[in-house]
């Protein structure tokens, strides 16, 4: 085989890997477009026909939520799309971990439009950080206590697999998870998650805190002390008529990802091994900035 075949072949194979790749965009590019409708009919902001969505209230500000993996940023998004009549938008391909982008083009129209609201899981980068400084946006980050994540992760998982589409995710196991016993499946996700949803939570409350960004963290325990208090809170923040929205009482389902919405479920379900695991591992800046227990 001389060196043209080779280069051939080469050439065929990346072909075929793009196509590959493509493919698999299109499908999580579908995918988000079904999410998309489904929130939109589940708020009330559009029929069950599909038919022409209620129009938004252009005067009041977008809001932006920037929320690290399975701490209630679906229940708060619906709540504030249905209690403020908010259109939906979606503004990144919403990877986690990092890296993900803000697209530049709809991230500028949603904050100049009004009246929407996104829901993301985008890192803090630099990049990401500069784009949002160009815009007036407010963002509100959601947080919640590593260990609770992992369960919360784990539980949530085993209601989606297996996938009939391929999901372009760094901590997506195979279908294989589901035959594993819940403690298995936690070990899982520490060794492989821990880390990266505490430096996701790490860089938002280093830049907010610093200034780089003028945005509120807040955190799934206070959402659970008292939920009024918790979105008058970001109304305020956003300088919003707290009279203007009412809590929708969205019912707590599967709907809105709700299982029991513990904050301390993980003293009962994790092993000896796994509390000193996470002890190891939960950063002890973030335990201190939002008062999760050492133990």
């Given at each position: 085989m001389n060196s043209s075949e080779e280069e051939l072949i080469c050439l065929r194979q990346e072909i075929a890997n793009l196509r590959s790749s493509l493919a698999d965009a299109h499908a999580a590019f579908h995918m988000s477009q079904e999410l998309l409708y489904k929130h939109q009919i589940e708020s009330g902001l559009l029929p069950p026909d599909r038919g022409t969505a209620?129009?938004?209230?252009?005067?009041?500000?977008?809001?932006?939520i920037v929320a690290v993996p399975k701490s209630a940023g679906t229940y708060v998004t619906q709540?504030?799309?249905?209690?403020l009549k908010l259109e939906r938008r979606w503004l990144s391909v919403n990877y986690f971990p990092a890296p993900d982008l803000f697209r530049t083009w709809d991230l500028d129209k949603f904050w100049r439009d009004g009246g929407c609201i996104a829901h993301c899981h985008t890192d803090c980068s630099t990049t990401n950080?500069?784009?949002?400084?160009?815009?007036?946006?407010?963002?509100i980050v959601l947080v919640r206590?590593?260990?609770?994540?992992?369960?919360?992760?784990?539980?949530?998982?085993?209601?989606?697999?297996?996938?009939?589409?391929?999901?372009?995710?760094?901590?997506?196991p195979t279908n294989e998870f589901l035959?594993?016993?819940?403690?298995?499946?936690?070990?899982?996700?520490?060794?492989?998650a821990f880390s990266a949803y505490g430096e996701w939570i790490g860089n938002w409350t280093c830049a907010i805190d610093?200034?780089?960004?003028?945005?509120?963290?807040?955190?799934?325990?206070e959402l659970v002390a008292n939920e009024c208090i918790f979105f008058r809170r970001i109304?305020?923040?956003?300088?919003?008529?707290?009279?203007?929205?009412?809590?929708?009482?969205?019912?707590?389902?599967?709907?809105?990802?709700?299982?029991?919405?513990?904050?301390?479920?993980?003293?009962?379900?994790?092993?000896?091994?796994?509390?000193?695991?996470?002890?190891?591992?939960?950063?002890?800046?973030?335990?201190?900035?939002?008062g999760w227990p050492a133990e």
């Open positions: 209620i129009e938004p209230d252009r005067s009041l500000p977008s809001i932006l709540s504030l799309m249905r209690g950080i500069g784009f949002l400084q160009q815009t007036s946006l407010k963002p206590d590593l260990r609770q994540c992992m369960i919360s992760l784990a539980y949530y998982v085993r209601t989606q697999l297996p996938r009939d589409r391929t999901v372009l995710h760094r901590f997506e035959s594993w016993p819940l403690e298995q499946q936690i070990d899982w996700y520490i060794e492989r610093r200034g780089v960004l003028n945005g509120i963290v807040l955190s799934f325990e109304l305020e923040f956003l300088g919003i008529d707290p009279d203007r929205f009412k809590i929708p009482g969205l019912p707590l389902d599967q709907s809105t990802n709700f299982r029991l919405g513990r904050v301390d479920e993980w003293r009962d379900v994790f092993t000896r091994a796994q509390k000193a695991r996470t002890a190891e591992l939960l950063p002890a800046a973030l335990r201190n900035r939002f």
